[in-house]
């Protein structure tokens, strides 16, 4: 497999280049646009839907953890392998069986007669969000000409930012109005004009470097691994230490051993273990865990309160959540400028710092908050943090390797941090005493959020102080990477600066945007 990551290919010299201003780079970027909303919109507004769901299907909170824990289970152990099948089959062609997949997991999702459809349709989801996503920043960056490509991906990073911003006041909108089941219809329409655009507009591409076999007992292993203990976390709180979940989680844990066996083993791992011999690559990867591992319990259980406990309706509790995204949305790119004249280490470490400050101001959110008083202040501190940290740490992740392998760097820290908010969102509210029943109980469910936010806070916490400890101010100056597993030769040929990162604008709140970075020239 190699390097054929997600956003890594360029597929040189194939004469697909297109230019942005001719009619056929415009829909490029139309067909990527659709095709990212859709996962993007996914993340956001499922979790509006979250109290209703569980409502009309008469559930317990274990099956509002696996209706997000279903499909970031598949999306966080596949991303990977779905960037290699677009670089050897054809990016075109995975990304098209990606929308198609997406949407028909979506459909069965909203047409779900019970729990249990509903969760396996949810796990089908992230298997086509797996293809889709990578694939659709592979394809700007596979047919639009370089001279064009930045601008590209701006516009793609931009329009996703706003799709993803509008998710939760749409989702709230549809689930007060025709119901929640059509929080998953909608992507069908979005799928039905991405497929045509795509297959009569965008020229197909591969990487003719891919080739050997792919990894797909690394990928079994890695989502065997986190489902076993993704299990374990949510049952414990109704059965407690027995067998059904003591077994479990020691499988769960022996699979993950093996994971890291295989791949050290194979010689073309889906996760070569030899980039985390890059200190900083291993640095802010562990930032990235504990920063979105509390985003994920953050998010999952901030939209419960609002509407179990304060009493907003879906429509009220999505638009109340705006706050955050559109900061990001508007203050990401300063952001990232900021990140690169002071270095990255400050902005790790004020960032964290800052959205724990804000999850322990949303302890207020009660009954009988008001809303510009309790609520709101706590989400735009959380909303700055979000803006200091995100840019510059995508930035660092990029810097902190070789520039061949900057796609791979990237798809590793997205990965990672979706595994971390899926943990969290099982092991939060064991951690803090929520039962089964609990969100049906405004005063239960207060108690327990309460309790929940300093925890998040907590890990917050320790990322920051791990962003502090390791992460070097320079790193983003460097002249050459970190990289002692560059490929023999290296040290003849001349030095390169960092790469830099061209999605500028960022609104998702589960993970770090996909980001191959724009390739520097040799000086």
């Not at 696996?66 to 075109?92: C, E, K, P, Q």
């Not at 700007?140 to 996703?160: C, E, K, N, T, Y």
């Not at 986190?226 to 407690?240: K, P």
Request: charged share 15%; net charge positive; with cysteine.
């Amino acid at each position: 497999m190699g390097d054929s990551t997600p956003g890594a290919g360029r597929a040189p010299g194939d004469g697909t280049a297109v230019r942005l201003s001719a009619p056929a780079g415009r829909w490029v970027v139309l067909t990527t646009v659709l095709g990212s909303a859709m996962a993007l919109l996914d993340s956001t507004v499922v979790n509006v839907a979250l109290p209703r769901i569980g409502l009309d299907l008469g559930a317990d909170l274990a099956v509002l953890q696996w209706t997000v824990n279903a499909y970031m289970l598949t999306l966080a152990g596949l991303i990977l392998l779905g960037g290699a099948l677009g670089d050897r089959f054809g990016r075109r062609r995975v990304f098209i069986v990606g929308v198609v997949w997406f949407a028909l997991a979506s459909l069965l999702c909203g047409m779900a007669p019970n729990a249990a459809v509903l969760i396996g349709a949810r796990a089908l989801q992230g298997i086509g969000g797996a293809l889709l996503t990578p694939g659709s920043l592979a394809l700007i960056q596979s047919v639009i000409h370089p001279d064009d490509r930045a601008r590209a991906v701006g516009l793609w990073s931009g329009f996703g930012g706003v799709g993803a911003a509008i998710g939760p006041f749409l989702g709230g909108w549809l689930v007060d109005g025709p119901g929640w089941r059509w929080v998953f219809f909608l992507n069908v329409p979005i799928a039905a004009v991405c497929v045509p655009v795509a297959l009569r507009h965008v020229p197909e591409t591969r990487d003719p470097r891919a080739r050997g076999r792919f990894d797909v007992l690394g990928a079994a292993l890695g989502a065997l691994a986190l489902g076993l203990v993704t299990y374990a976390l949510i049952a414990a709180e109704q059965r407690g230490a027995s067998p059904a979940v003591v077994v479990p989680a020691v499988l769960g844990l022996l699979l993950g051993v093996a994971f890291v066996s295989a791949e050290r083993r194979r010689p073309e791992p889906m996760l070569p273990l030899t980039i985390f011999s890059s200190r900083q690559f291993s640095a802010v990867n562990a930032v990235t865990l504990c920063v979105y591992a509390a985003f994920g319990g953050f998010f999952f259980l901030t939209v419960l309160d609002l509407q179990v406990v304060v009493g907003y309706s879906a429509l009220a509790a999505g638009t109340a959540l705006l706050p955050t995204t559109v900061l990001m949305l508007l203050l990401s790119a300063r952001s990232g400028e900021l990140g690169k004249r002071i270095g990255p280490r400050l902005p790790l470490t004020v960032g964290p710092l800052l959205c724990a400050a804000g999850m322990l101001l949303m302890t207020r959110a009660g009954a009988g908050a008001v809303y510009w008083r309790d609520i709101l202040p706590g989400l735009l501190v959380m909303g700055l943090g979000m803006v200091v940290l995100v840019a510059p740490l995508t930035a660092t992740v990029l810097a902190s390797v070789d520039v061949g392998r900057a796609g791979l760097a990237s798809g590793i820290n997205n990965a990672a941090a979706r595994a971390a908010g899926l943990v969290a969102v099982a092991a939060l509210p064991l951690l803090a005493g929520m039962g089964a029943e609990a969100y049906r109980s405004a005063d239960r469910f207060s108690e327990s959020f309460r309790r929940a936010m300093p925890i998040c806070a907590g890990v917050l916490v320790v990322g920051a102080l791990i962003a502090w400890r390791t992460v070097r101010s320079d790193v983003l100056k460097q002249t050459g990477a970190e990289a002692p597993e560059a490929e023999e030769g290296a040290a003849e040929r001349p030095k390169e600066r960092p790469c830099r990162p061209e999605c500028a604008y960022h609104c998702g709140v589960s993970a770090p945007p996909l980001d191959p970075g724009e390739r520097p020239k040799r000086g």
